[in-house]
């Protein structure tokens, strides 16, 4: 894959940490037990069965503590801040770069390089280019977990069959679609805009088209000056266009992602596009198997006539990632959990529950292991997309201080419903903190 990393941050908003790793410890844990923290949505199904399959033989067993995706960076930030206590997970679930970067720095999560070296498989087993999101100074923090993400334009071929639509193949044929589903009563976009990070998904794709990866690199290392450019503004301008023009409907700020509302929506044939990273495939499999077999359609965001950017680069996130937290008991334990990620059992679930392993041998285990075609045929259309990207640039939010996160996020949210204008909302990312 030619993949370029750019260091951006992980999706959702996180603040500032204050973490204890010196003090003193506390109620000492299970001798003979790892936990594991991850977030609870649908995709932890192939976490449990990866511990039930570690579980058989390990002398040290591990438990997998599932936190509900929204409540989970919240609740991850209130037991990691002191990384010593009993409430500490041993392992936990993990985004590149801002909350990797973070952790690592803290001196809270472990360097995994000792490992890699002693079993160059923990390391040689993952596709060079996602394993290396998670490195922070020179060294590795984190083994992917999940599938590859990167953002996909999500459709149900039904709905625009049935309104003599066909599948977009430039920005101005996806908008003439948008206006006749309008004017058919259907919301166009289903957006769970009550997370906030799923509007982030339209700002990361329509900028990388329209200013190109290293402009946009530049505005989340901390630049200033790229947010007024007239690239930026055009950016801008087409975002706004389309929430005039009622594309995402009227209550997309109230609707959520993370309880299913949004995804429902293409779902039940109430809105024609969604724009989501390839996880949405597995939960769309998951909440709704004959839709995702029959109608459920996908592609790359289609190309902006006349801008700058290449509109077969991707972005959305890497992959996610397990840490491990440094004063663990049992760090042999966790790495050998952490092995389990790369073995056959474990890719194997992975492609059948509809998701791209990071690991070297999953392209050709597809047909080895996917007897559901429409399964395979989204993950071999994603293997593709990703072999044809000349670049996969990290979903952003600033990744040069992780307190300026919420406030972008905020910042995006209030010009995406009209509630500040295109020059405040300028004003206020060239004000984000910068250290």
Known sequence: MKMKRFVAAAIAAVSCLSFA?????????????????????????????????????????????????????????????????????????NWADALMIQYARADVSAPLDEYMEKDPELKDNFLPSILDAAKVDGKYYGIPVRGVQPIVLFYNKKVLSDNGIEAPTTFDEFCDACEKLKSAGLTPIALGGGDQWPTLNWYSVIYQQVMGNDDVQKMMDGGVDEWSSPKSKKALEIIRDMVEKGYFGTTYDSVKHTDGAAPALLEQGKAGFELMGSFGYSGHKAAAPEFTNDDLGYMVFPPIDGVKGDAKDLVGNPCNYFSMNKYTKHPE???????????????????????????????????????????????????QALTDAPHFMITWTPNHVSSSSQPMLDGMQQYFNGSIDMGTFIDEMKALPTE
């Not at 438990?63 to 609740?75: E, F, G, I």
């Not at 690991?359 to 293997?383: H, I, Q, R, Y």
Request: proline letters at 2%; hydrophobic letters at 40%.
């Open 21 to 93: 790793a010196c003090g003193s410890d506390t109620a000492s844990k299970d001798e003979n037990v790892i936990h594991i923290m991850s977030s609870g949505d649908s995709s932890a199904n192939m976490e449990r069965a990866l511990v039930d399959e570690y579980n058989k033989t390990a002398d040290v067993k591990a438990v997998l503590d599932l936190v509900t995706s929204a409540d989970y960076q919240n609740k991850l930030q209130t037991v990691m801040s002191n990384p010593k206590s009993d409430s500490a997970p041993d392992i936990f679930f």
């Open 333 to 383: 334990a966790c790495v050998e959990f952490l092995k389990m990620l790369y073995s056959d059992k474990c890719v194997e679930d992975q492609l059948k529950a509809g998701n791209l392993p990071a690991t070297t041998n999953a392209s050709e285990m597809v047909e080895k292991v996917v007897d559901n075609a429409s399964d395979g045929a989204f993950l071999e259309w994603e293997s």
